[in-house]
């Protein structure tokens, strides 16, 4: 089982910036994609930006140039730098990690998510 704790969420003004963590922790064999989405109220949730255990990133074109993921696999933690934050970046942000164990068996997991409120 593993588990994927958020930290970073706030309030801050539009062109501000925020650093978004997500710790997993528990019994970690491999952990492959980890990412960041987002869901705005009354809106489905989103792909914000994925980063493979090999470092191969992909965003969503709306945050392309604004926003940076990362990840520390010695510490099993992704991070998301947003910069330049805008209103329309309002939303709770979850993190997602894909986990293959010992036996090549992947679940994915999901974070509590976390709220990031952008004020103009």
């Known amino acids: 089982q593993v588990q994927l704790v958020e930290s970073g969420g706030g309030l801050v003004q539009a062109g501000g910036s925020l650093r978004l963590s997500c710790a997993a922790s528990?019994?970690?064999?491999?952990?492959?994609?980890m990412g960041w989405y987002r869901q705005a109220p009354g809106k489905p949730r989103e792909l914000v930006a994925v980063?493979?255990?090999?470092?191969?990133?992909n965003y969503a074109d709306s945050v392309k140039g604004r926003f940076t993921i990362s990840r520390d696999n010695a510490k099993n933690t992704v991070y998301l730098q947003m910069n330049s934050l805008k209103p329309e970046d309002t939303a709770v942000y979850y993190c997602?990690?894909?986990?293959?164990?010992?036996?090549?068996?992947?679940?994915?997991?999901w974070g509590q998510g976390t709220q990031v409120t952008v004020s103009s």
């Open positions: 980063i493979s255990s090999g470092g191969r990133l």
């Open positions: 528990g019994t970690i064999f491999n952990l492959s994609a």
């Open positions: 997602k990690a894909t986990h293959v164990d010992d036996v090549g068996v992947g679940r994915q997991y």
